[in-house]
């Protein structure tokens, strides 16, 4: 099983931009599937982007051109770097882990783009 951490979250001006990280412990890192979520006040939880054990990533069509995920196994950890933000950005962005039946979240962290 692995457990999620997910730190970066931040004010930040429009047009800015942020990194999210997303820190797992427990053994297996790399068979893991990883995505981003995110939750804005009043609406259903999103996925933002994906990224599989091998490599295949995903986004939404909202984000594409200005989010990209990656991953460094070696550090057990999954990245969101969000560029050319926008007030519609603003959520609560959750990491999530899975593998076969298992599905792990993250407690979230806060981004709020704003001037």
């Known amino acids: 099983q692995v457990q999620l951490v997910e730190s970066g979250g931040d004010l930040v001006q429009p047009g800015g931009s942020l990194r999210l990280s997303c820190v797992g412990s427990g053994a297996g890192f790399s068979f893991y599937n990883f995505a981003w979520y995110r939750q804005a006040p009043g609406k259903e939880r999103e996925l933002v982007a994906s990224?599989?054990?091998?490599?295949?990533?995903r986004y939404s069509d909202s984000v594409k051109g200005r989010f990209t995920i990656s991953r460094v196994n070696g550090k057990n950890s999954v990245y969101l770097e969000m560029n050319n933000m926008k007030a519609a950005d603003t959520a609560v962005y959750y990491c999530?882990?899975?593998?076969?039946?298992?599905?792990?979240w993250g407690h979230g962290t806060q981004v709020t783009v704003s001037s």
């Open positions: 990224i599989t054990s091998g490599g295949t990533i």
């Open positions: 999530n882990a899975r593998s076969g039946g298992y599905i792990s």
